[in-house]
């Protein structure tokens, strides 16, 4: 790997992990056309590490409202509180229980291709339904709403199933506005990626702050840059794209459309496939 790899796949994971289009897909995409093979899952859970700074500021009223919240100062910052909470519970479930799959299928991209298929589908019906329906704002979720967000959040991300893709669709499907929904999956993004990034980044981060050789499962190719540098760039360029991306799909959600992030997803899913099967 070096400098240049780091910093794409630091934009690509920025560009496209809150854009529903599938981070993972795209950047287990690009590593094995730059490096030809995937990066250890650690490594890009780790990058995910900017984005969450992004999301941060980007929502950094929300995010005062919810800590306020938590001292019973707000409590409409509360309750928002207690329903990420509530969709973190299956989350966490299902992101363990699929973990191992998720890191199988690093070496299978054409399974990424298929997902990116899967979320083009949603993409489609959760458009027309917005479109069809008021449904409701964000003070009017509940905790289902929080229970089914969660869970599809907990299953997909790591299939080539778009995390925000998927969350965002699933709040439209159980009745939600679409800029709701859309507000709703981008906070339950900062618990969900601090997590993740907590508990695969620090194989990764810890080796490295002790001076020590990265396993085997998490080596880097070899001839790379130093597995630190890497890192530090790969997170900042995340971070600064990822804002960029945050503020693209808040527009696009203000009104039905998300036709567009479908069919490139029905394209990019289709070559990822066809890539994938051809080896």
């Keep these: 790997m070096t400098l240049l790899h780091a910093i794409l796949l630091g934009l690509v994971q920025g560009l ?8 993972t897909a795209h950047l287990t995409l690009v590593e094995n056309l730059l490096l030809k093979q995937s990066m250890p899952l650690a490594y890009d859970v780790l990058l995910h590490v900017g984005t969450l700074a992004a999301l941060a500021v980007y929502f950094r009223k929300d995010l005062a409202k919810m800590v306020r919240g938590i001292f019973g100062g707000d409590p409409e910052g509360q309750r928002m509180v207690l329903l990420l909470i509530i969709a973190m519970v299956p989350t966490g479930v299902f ?13 299978h991209l054409w399974l990424y291709g298929v997902f990116l298929l899967v979320t083009a589908g949603m993409l ?8 069809r329906r008021n449904g409701r704002d964000l003070s009017q979720i509940n905790g289902w709403d929080a229970l089914a967000v969660g869970a599809i959040q907990g299953l997909g991300g790591g299939f080539g199933l778009s995390r925000s893709g998927s ?3 699933v709040g439209v499907f159980r009745g939600l506005q679409l800029p709701a929904s859309a507000r709703f999956s981008f906070l339950l993004g900062m618990p969900t990626i601090a997590l993740a990034a907590l508990y695969e980044g620090k194989k990764v ?3 490295l702050l002790r001076h020590q050789p990265l396993p ?9 840059i130093s597995p630190t540098l890497a890192c530090a760039v790969g997170v900042v360029v995340a971070g600064l794209s990822g804002y960029a991306a945050i503020g693209l799909l808040d527009r696009f959600t203000r009104q039905p459309r998300l036709h567009g992030f479908a069919a490139y997803c029905v394209l990019a899913g289709l070559a990822v496939l066809v890539l994938g099967l051809r080896g």
């Design 16 to 23: 496209t992990e809150f854009l529903p289009v599938s981070s």
């Design 95 to 107: 992101a363990l229980l699929t973990r191992h799959w998720k890191e199988l299928a690093k070496g």
């Design 124 to 131: 489609f019906v959760a458009n027309t339904t917005a479109k």
């Design 167 to 169: 969350t965002i669709c």
């Design 205 to 207: 981060v810890m080796p």
């Design 216 to 224: 085997p499962e998490l080596a880097f190719p070899a001839g790379s």
